[in-house]
């Protein structure tokens, strides 16, 4: 079945993204890019010498998905951990030039802040560079983290769960956190999900994994239609969502909300140069959507288009609501 939703709607329904304010929890991540271009090979070992010149760091991970959340023009607050040091300082920099707050950031001694370097030469990312302690982030600082969420749940109108599986999302913090939200039904919860750690995601309101998580989540080769249900049902009945959106690249998107049918939205995107943060993306249009009371399928909409938009750019990045609002018309 696919999707029939008005254009007239669609804008209608991003006049209210302001009017949300979204809580990301997550593992944060600082995106450092070194671009330049490659005309030779090195004469040390048969890989390119790339001449730099020029670089930039932004938010990535959870930190991405905030700052998709303001491009959206909504309200958003992020809770993490975060090294006690040069990176972590520059990270929240970059929140303070959103004017986020940053009561829920947790600094940690002798863990590092995440941090990814890509190289990107002529355009096309040459080598990615990973710093990072992906090991279960200490219990203070995990106390910190829920303390603050539970003395402010009140202000939000949805919460996602960026899981990158760097120590922080366990099942004793899912635990902890649908604790927070047992007072707040109307309150979705959101996960971008990673494969092996299902029992953390049990009993969330939807999840959003890719083509090739959803196999490995379910344990079934999607290769059809059919592969494509039976896989997202698998997955509905084993954690008990209310519904699970698959992100299928080319092929765009699949909705599954319980007792509905299945809903596939074809891609939008005209060119595809980087699908780095794609899925923060879309995970941050569909949670906003979701804020403002849109019916899912509205939601999903919108974050197929956004999907489509941003995976037009090279490197980590976001889509405004003027861009999704050209993109309707």
Partial sequence: MNLNVSSADMLQALARFAGANVLVVGDIILDHFLWGSVSRISPEAPVPVVNVTRENIMLGGAANVLHNLYALGAKASLCGVIGND??????????????????????????????????????????RVDREDSGEVPAEAVEKILAHIDANIDNFDAVIVSDYAKGLITESFMARLQDCLAGHRSVPLIVDPKPGRSGCYHGVTLITPNNHEAEQMAGIVIRDEESLLTA??????????????????????????????LVTIPTVAKEVFDVTGAGDTVIATLSVGLAVGLPLGTAATLANIAAGIVVGKVGTATVSVFEIQEAIK
């Fill in 232 to 261: 997202a049902q698998t997955l509905l009945d084993e954690l008990s969502c209310q519904a699970i959106m698959i992100t299928r690249g080319e092929a765009g998107m699949a909705l599954l909300e319980r007792g509905q049918s």
């Fill in 86 to 127: 040069v990176m972590g300082d520059q990270l929240l920099g970059l929140l303070a030039e959103l004017s986020s707050a940053t009561g829920g950031v947790v600094k940690v001694d002798d863990r590092p802040t995440i941090k990814k370097t890509r190289v990107i030469a002529n355009n096309q990312q040459v080598v």
